[in-house]
């Protein structure tokens, strides 16, 4: 079993900035990928970012390009997720979730994630 906790939401105005974190514990050896997804509300989950433990390679979901960052720091078992320029639309609750299938596709995360931590809500106002 892998347990994820997401930490660093909060809110933010527009144009700032916000650095997520999930910390992972347990059998994390069996994980291959790790990623973000974010569910806006009566909008349905959108995967936003991915990232190969192995290699560190990520895909990110065109809605995000350029503006998040996925990372991982394996000595801490820890996920990170660096959001700039944030715009209203980025206001969600923001969950990570690994699995230990190869579920990294061109433009983030693919199928279904076996593990999910219970989420951070990111909030911006205009």
């Known amino acids: 079993q892998v347990q994820l906790v997401e930490s660093g939401g909060g809110s933010v105005q527009a144009g700032g900035s916000l650095s997520l974190s999930c910390a992972a514990s347990?059998?994390?050896?069996?994980?291959?990928?790790m990623a973000w997804f974010r569910q806006a509300l009566g909008k349905e989950r959108e995967g936003v970012a991915c990232?190969?433990?192995?290699?560190?390679?990520?895909a990110y979901a065109d809605s995000v390009k350029g503006r998040f960052t996925i990372s991982q720091d394996n000595s801490k078992n820890t996920l990170y997720l660096q959001i700039h320029s944030l715009k209203p639309e980025d206001t969600a609750m923001y969950y990570c979730?690994?699995?230990?299938?190869?579920?990294?596709?061109?433009?983030?995360?693919?199928?279904?994630?076996?593990?999910w931590g219970q989420g951070t809500q990111v909030t911006v106002s205009s």
């Open positions: 990232i190969y433990i192995d290699n560190s390679a990520a």
């Open positions: 347990g059998v994390t050896a069996s994980i291959n990928t």
């Open positions: 979730a690994a699995d230990r299938v190869f579920r990294c596709g061109s433009s983030g995360p693919v199928g279904s994630f076996t593990y």
